[in-house]
């Protein structure tokens, strides 16, 4: 089965062009508050410069997909320019194209896609595999050096169901598909993936695999990686078939070595991943915590006991007094604390079970339910951030989001010390606030919102930040990331959370499968 194709999202913005919309004046009174308000002129569409490509080259490129399928026009190519990161739109913002690619081209299957990657060897052609356009950490810019061009490998035509096993409750879906696209598939089938980021309405199946992506409901359905059973992936030394089994003691598990390689080993041309049935009932309810310790806690003791909802997360007291500025929602005039997340998916019968169960644990612990209007709240708006991030921009204020994972026990030290990096090298005015939203037994995620007043120079200014967090998310010993991948901008890290021999690994498999170095160039590799 094939999806229907999917709006595209606007260059300079996040998401459907026609969801874009000025600040809210509820936000724009507490934004001038802070801030004050810088309005910016209207977005224009800069001019790119004309395609380095060759005509004989694009002729041999039209002769692998079909000439319908290779597009120079500044309009493909400026919607194949970098990701989503404010980074990215600032740079779009300010008119600068120049990481464009040279040409868009959309394989409609696997043998196209190997013999577009055998053209880019022997035209010495950088290719950099394009699903959902979603990079937040620089992972869709090649680097240009020492090639004749740069392609956009656009997987826009790869968007079928392939294959259900109802017995064995697999799927296999082409990388292409974005989210919405694969769940209503799946849907048609009873189905459901269940892997739902905040990227969820424009990020591909192809993208989840690549940068190991987590959803807000990792807790009930588990992170990307871990619903990955089988792939195939095209290199340029040839065909990889991956998982014949559910487990296997064949070694290491060699889809682990794509999972998360960000198109830089191959490109991943279909995933086959373990789905459950549609639920039949879905109910997010609120909980009100004293404090961001008691409730990071309170998290652990579910994690630990086996016990966790679909969905929990929390946030730490300035997002829960910012992002739901509803006294109502914490439970009353007055009320102050951390608000809390619970969901729950399944039958009628499990629901009711699980939501007794861990109501009772945080009840026990000391936390407040304050009812389904807050979780209600949440779903409804759980894809929103991006667009708002957008109106914020567009008044002058520079709002970026980062995230990294720790052991339970280093939970307090990185937060305080990433929280700390943050505000002391943003300055005032800047609001930086906090939540967990993917929880293990050992283990959580933070993932930080900052916003800040608009600086002559605001890439320098989010630059300076990002390495002040970075370096502190290191010293504390935490990851550099949890679900962002690492892309470009992460890479300066990377060598110093695996070490040496960690980058002399990634090295080798990349001068094994892709001696020519045309994949990704730049991206993840230290």
């Known amino acids: 089965m094939q999806a229907k194709q999917q709006s595209e999202m606007h260059p300079s913005r996040w998401g459907d062009p026609d969801r874009a919309q000025a600040l809210p004046d509820t936000a724009r ?44 026009d500044d309009e493909t190519r400026r919607l194949r320019t970098r990701g989503k990161s404010t980074p990215d739109l600032l740079r779009m913002r300010s008119g600068d194209l120049t990481d464009a690619p040279d040409a868009v081209v959309r394989p409609g299957s696997h043998d196209e896609v190997a013999a577009v990657l055998a053209l880019a060897g022997e035209r010495h052609l950088a290719v950099v595999p394009f699903g959902g356009g979603t990079s937040v950490t620089g992972g869709l810019v090649a680097r240009r050096e020492g090639f004749a061009g740069v392609l956009s490998l656009d997987l826009v035509r790869m968007k079928r169901l392939v294959a259900v ?5 697999t799927a296999t879906l082409e990388p292409g598909l974005r989210g919405p696209e694969a769940e209503a598939l799946l849907a048609a089938e009873g189905l459901t993936l269940g892997h739902y980021p905040q990227s969820w309405e424009y990020a591909s199946i192809g993208g989840f695999a690549a940068t190991r992506s987590s959803g807000q409901s990792s807790a009930g359905y588990g992170r990307f990686d871990a619903l990955v ?38 490109v991943i041309t279909d995933v086959t991943v ?23 806690a309170a998290m652990r003791t579910l994690a630990q006991s086996g016990l966790l909802p679909t969905v929990i997360r929390l946030s730490d007291e300035a997002e829960t007094a ?18 809390m997340i619970t969901g729950f998916e ?81 300055g005032d005015p800047s609001i930086v606030l906090c939540h967990i939203s993917h929880v293990y037994e ?35 010993g935490a990851t550099i990331t949890h679900h962002h991948a690492v892309g470009t901008d992460h890479k300066p890290w990377l060598a110093q959370e695996i070490g040496p021999v960690g980058v002399s690994v990634l090295r080798a498999v990349k001068a094994d499968l892709d001696p020519m170095g045309i994949l990704n160039p730049g991206v993840l590799i230290p």
């Open 165 to 169: 096993d109802h017995t064995s409750m």
């Open 274 to 296: 373990r789905v459950r049935a549609l639920p039949e009932v879905k109910v997010y309810e609120g909980w009100r915590w004293p404090s961001f310790a008691e409730g990071a």
């Open 29 to 72: 009174g507490m934004v001038e508050l802070v801030f004050g308000l810088d309005d910016r002129p209207a977005l224009v569409d800069p001019a790119l410069t004309p395609s380095a490509l060759e005509p004989a080259v694009l002729a041999e490129l039209a002769a692998v997909v079909g000439p319908d399928h290779v597009r120079t």
């Open 346 to 426: 399944g039958t009628p019968t499990a629901v009711a079970a699980e939501r007794a169960a861990v109501t009772a644990v945080l009840a026990d612990l000391g936390g407040d339910s304050v009812g389904e209007a807050a979780g209600e709240k949440w779903s409804h708006g759980r894809f929103d951030a991006p667009y708002l991030r957008d109106s914020m921009l567009d008044v002058g204020v520079l709002v970026e989001t980062l995230e990294t994972a720790t052991f339970w026990s280093n939970v307090d030290r990185l937060y305080a010390d990433v929280k700390s990096a943050l505000t002391a090298s943003l």
């Open 322 to 339: 910012i992002n739901l500025a509803d006294p109502g929602a914490i439970g009353g005039e007055g009320a102050s604390g951390c608000l």
């Open 229 to 266: 059973v089988g792939l195939t992936v095209a290199t340029p030394r040839g065909r990889l078939e991956l998982g014949s089994a559910p487990a296997n003691a064949a070694g290491p598990d060699l889809r682990q070595l794509i999972l998360g390689s960000e198109g830089a080993f191959g």
């Open 442 to 476: 050992t283990g959580c995620s933070l993932y930080f919102t900052v916003a800040a007043k608009e600086a002559d120079e605001p890439l320098a200014q989010w630059h300076r930040a990002k390495v002040a967090a970075s370096d502190a998310m290191i010293a504390a």
